[in-house]
């Protein structure tokens, strides 16, 4: 199909806005789900698209069965905080390290199925966390609708084409998920090795976030590009949002019927925004995802994450997301008291503090689980884990999530209620 420019998407009043089994042991699962081996690298390939028949129904059902972390994004009560780490699998891990060694391309480890699954694993097996997030990466999608990226080990991701006109619009398509079959394969196998023991995490990241790649041609670090074009080219930089936030909610579609539990949503740079520019050039296209998928996969949880957004809580919620993120440097308490208890949170153990010692870090996980509340809470860090966090607080992290008992504070505060009665 092709793209028209446009095409936009707007709902801003601005005056400017008005324009389970070990993994090593259970490879046969490649084979029942129709790959075959090279026979010289181990890599797994799948040469025909799987059949419809045997994708997920998480789209349209949920049942008591559900994963503790699918449970606490609903609201509904669980017998201790669900915790998973953002970024959990990566170089902190010793066996992590010692793959990318042997595989140095980053793009080789998060577009290959075998490598997706046996990274994304990684931290299941060392510490079985209530969430196994997929070994990718939020730009993966794009060559998919037609923006080509490369990795650079010192610059990061490098777009060679940034589109900042009607010219470079033209390049954009409707995204092709055959292009991204390794991420449904993964997604899949990953539901088959957990089973309903942990909750099968998906990830995007939001429209501005991605477009700011897009539009600076890579990473920044004052944004100056894609902001100028909020009042110079308004119009080029809607019409690109738009078309990323239809392809976005196909992905997370594409990722839901493919195994994924629960979907998190990265606006990563959405905090670099002034709250009324984030109302504009952000909010409207993560609006027109989520309602996209409360349509067509009502009964997925939407998480929504953004660095530095202690100025944007509440119109966070305004979305409609089944959980907010939050960073560490928003105190859990002000943030639940500012949205709410109708609405999950997740978060926000500072990452530093897993390099300090264990009591202490026992400490601020017990201090963020008590803020949170016993009803829609999933403990996480308030950011990714950091390069050389040591494995020991990683596991004392899961080992000390794993020690609540939220059974026992009900109990004893509907007793506490029956008495004052």
């Not at 090593?24 to 025909?48: D, E, H, I, M, Y």
């Not at 579609?253 to 949503?265: K, L, R, T």
């Amino acid at each position: 199909m092709a793209f028209s420019p446009l095409t936009t998407t707007s709902g801003c009043s601005s005056n400017y806005c008005n324009l389970g089994l070990s993994w090593k042991s259970s490879s046969s699962w490649f084979v029942q789900l129709g790959f075959t081996s090279n026979g010289s690298n181990g890599v797994f390939t799948k040469p025909t698209k799987l059949n419809s028949s045997k994708v997920f129904r998480a789209c349209s059902s949920s049942s008591s069965s559900d994963p503790l972390l699918v449970k606490a994004a609903r609201r509904e009560r669980v017998s201790r905080p669900p915790a998973w780490m953002m970024r959990q699998a990566g170089r902190y891990m010793a066996v992590y390290r010692k793959l990318a060694e042997k595989h140095p391309s980053f793009r080789e480890r998060s577009e290959t199925t075998d490598l997706i699954v046996e990274i994304s694993l990684q931290p299941w097996e060392a510490f079985h966390p209530d969430g196994v997030i997929i070994f990718s990466d939020i730009l993966t999608p794009l060559p998919a609708f037609g923006v080509q990226f490369d990795i650079e080990d010192v610059r990061g991701p490098v777009i060679q084409s940034p589109i900042r006109s009607e010219e470079g619009l033209k390049a954009l398509h409707s995204i092709d998920l055959e292009k991204l079959q390794f991420v449904g394969d993964s997604l899949r196998i990953l539901r088959k090795e957990v089973g309903e023991q942990a909750a099968v995490l998906g990830f995007v990241g939001a429209p501005w976030t991605i477009a700011t790649y897009i539009v600076e041609g890579g990473t920044t670090r004052t944004y100056t590009t894609i902001k100028d074009m909020c009042h110079t080219a308004p119009h080029v930089l809607r019409a690109l949002l738009s078309h990323l936030s239809k392809a976005i909610a196909e992905y997370i579609v594409f990722q839901v019927e493919s195994g994924a539990h629960c979907i998190q949503i990265f606006d990563s740079w959405g905090g670099q925004l002034p709250p009324h520019m984030w109302d504009c050039w952000s909010k409207p296209y993560i609006d027109e995802i989520v309602a996209t998928i409360k349509r067509k996969c009502p009964q997925t949880p939407l998480v929504l994450y953004i660095n530095g957004n202690g100025g944007l809580l509440e119109r966070m919620k305004e979305t409609g997301v089944d959980v907010i993120g939050l960073d560490w440097t928003v105190d859990m308490a002000d943030g639940r008291k500012r949205l709410g208890t109708d609405i999950g949170i997740q978060g926000n153990v500072d990452p530093a503090s897993l390099f300090c010692p264990l009591p202490s870090l026992t400490d601020e996980i017990e201090r963020v689980v008590k803020s949170a509340g016993t009803r829609g809470h999933i403990l996480n860090l308030g950011h990714g884990v950091l390069v050389g966090t040591p494995e020991e607080a990683v596991a004392h992290f899961f080992d000390v999530a794993k020690s609540f008992n939220f059974d026992k504070v009900e109990d004893h505060i509907s007793e506490a209620n029956t008495v004052a009665a």
